[in-house]
């Protein structure tokens, strides 16, 4: 089963504005709490908690496997392959054909998913939602725009060969039995039939089964109703949003898990699944809400295929043989985990789960660590060519555990330091990015096709950055450590950047652990404790945005007055390495450059030249004082290439150019493609910049020093 988390972690930066990263997890997140000067922080080594993520028992409760109708294909082959082998006196071993039942059409077709929303009058309410937000307005923002948004993306960007009329219903559960459990006839239902700890099965979509009242379990025997499926569906999801002890731990945005997988006709493919939203973690601020989609989409990614409990059924897409050669009963191999010292002194015990070969994923060595590596090979040639690196094996998987009990274990996240903030790391400073490589894995898996143009947004980090980026550590330790990649990895604790997708602003956030990092992970090597603030990253140091850093919503850009940068934010905006500035109204900015080197400036793309201009807000000259953003004239620059370097009458400093392929991605265009709305729902008015945190109490020539709308510091 498996169970992931999206948890929250947000600290106060000095110049007022904020940093966040999203963790991602099915345990206790590595985090201190706050992310900045911490000298009694928890150690790397902080105590775990139990989560099930990952973890599977071999008893038949723990995996559901819809049964095969009796004249299934599927089911006819492995029938008579059983009487077969048993009339040969020999023992059954699964082979490909029990497989090639999958799908009633050779050919793929759009994945079609049914969802259904359950509980949310009684859990969404005043006493459950952040303060300031309407319970109703929440609701309508989770039913009508954000399920239906990552519904929407998973049906444009995957196929799959359906099984049947596509009409799913699930044996509704048993409470009493006559005999053995799971095999004896059933005495009596259960009042409800559960997918994971927070979602039920209504009744629409509960098979008809026997059920024998009488104390023998073979007398007063009859059918119950039967619903009418989950019409033309090929996935189930289920949606809740409880505040259950999970997210009572604090920050923990959503978890979510399949329930069901589907028998050999469905090649043992997820078929149902559910996620619950912590309700005091919904927000309907429409800045907000590609952050909280792709926390949607990652959840259910898990559910659908990116499990450590799912990789040991994964088939061939054309063949459809299995990765995994298959036992008697057409089940993976199983292993048995056996936890280590520490994990022992933290309560785990040894325990049983179905396990893939090395043709799926692979075990390995890489900066003196065990890893664990996809293999596959869409995967490996995805990554291969988005790295620019052709010795990759494939796309290693995280590396620091994020569940209980699984350190040495393939995980089911990729690598934190490789991926940072594609969708399915365990780890995202700010909206996802849903890469090829994720799709390649739905690929591999064999339950599904892709459509990589539509499914896959634009994502930098690494982009191209060959081998050494991907095999070698983040940084070369030293006193200070060196960085060959400094716009991914830094080294000085606050030092202010542009993010590497120049979508944000943001800083530098390195930090001391209250105990000695892993010699494997230390790069300051004057100090052992010192560090990036993020363990699933190789404690390596990155840039964290500001949360009202993003150059995209024209809610950021604070008092017109203060705007000395020339900065302008709206969706083309994009953070540049910029010196400029101006005086308005007598006023200037003393900030050096150290202190401020990046602004916002609007762009504008030209796909014929492969090349872009951008927008500098010039204020009125002389003593004319500024009451709005429309007092100023717009000044547009041409960027030719990334080395180009621009400056503009009337002010001083300059811009240094950005890369073509980073500020014209068409990320604007995935961004507007990925809303969904229904039943006419409207976003709700952006908040206004709030200053009652962040600004100080100073004389009224205070001026807006960073030019963030906030921090006011005295001329």
Known sequence: ILVCCLVLVATAHDHGAHLAAFVREGGRPNKPTQLLGLENAAAPSEKMRPCAHDLLETDGQHIRLLPDDEDHPAAARRASDLAAAAGSGQSHTSSAAHLLGYGSSASFQPMKLYSQSQGLETDITDATVKPGLSPSSVRSFL????????????????????????GLLFPPECAAYAGVPFQSPCQALSEKTMC????????????????????????????????????????????????????SGGGVIAYASNCWQGGLSYAHRPV??????????????PGQFHTQLSTAIHEITHALVFSSTLYPFFIHLDSRNPRTARDGNDMPPTVTYTPSAAETAAGCTAYTHYNSDETTVKAGTARGNTVYTIVTENVRAKSREYFGCDTMEGMELENQPTTECSLNRAASHWEQRIMMNEVMSPVSQHEGAMSQITLALFKDSGWYDVDYAVGATAMHWGAGAGCSFVDDKCLTPGAPPTSAFPKHFCTTNLAPACTVERKFKGACVVREWSSAIDSSYQYFTANALTGGVVAQADFCPYLFNYDN?????????????????????????????STLRQSIAGYSTSASDAEWPSRCFPSRCNADTSTYSIAVARAPGGSDAVSSHSDFSTVWLDCIDDSTVLTVSGFTGSISCAPYSIVCDGSAADAEALVVVKNGYVDSAPPAVDCTVTCCDLDAAAVDKFGDGCTLYST
């Open 549 to 577: 850093g993003d150059c995209r919503f024209d809610a950021n850009a604070g008092n017109p007055a203060h705007n000395f940068g020339g900065q302008g934010y709206n969706s083309t905006s994009r953070c540049f390495d």
């Open 196 to 247: 994971g700890d927070t979602a039920s099965f209504p009744a629409e979509l509960l098979a008809s089964v026997e059920v024998c009242t009488g104390p023998d379990g073979t007398s007063g025997c009859s059918n119950s109703a039967a619903g009418a499926g989950a019409s033309e569906s090929d996935f189930v999801l289920l949606v809740t949003a409880k505040k259950t002890s999970v997210c």
């Open 143 to 166: 039913t009508n725009k954000l399920v239906p948004s990552a519904v929407a993306w998973f049906e444009r960007s995957l196929s799959i060969r359906p099984v049947g009329a596509r």
């Open 272 to 285: 149902a699944g559910y996620v619950n939203f912590c309700p005091d973690q919904l927000d309907d601020d």
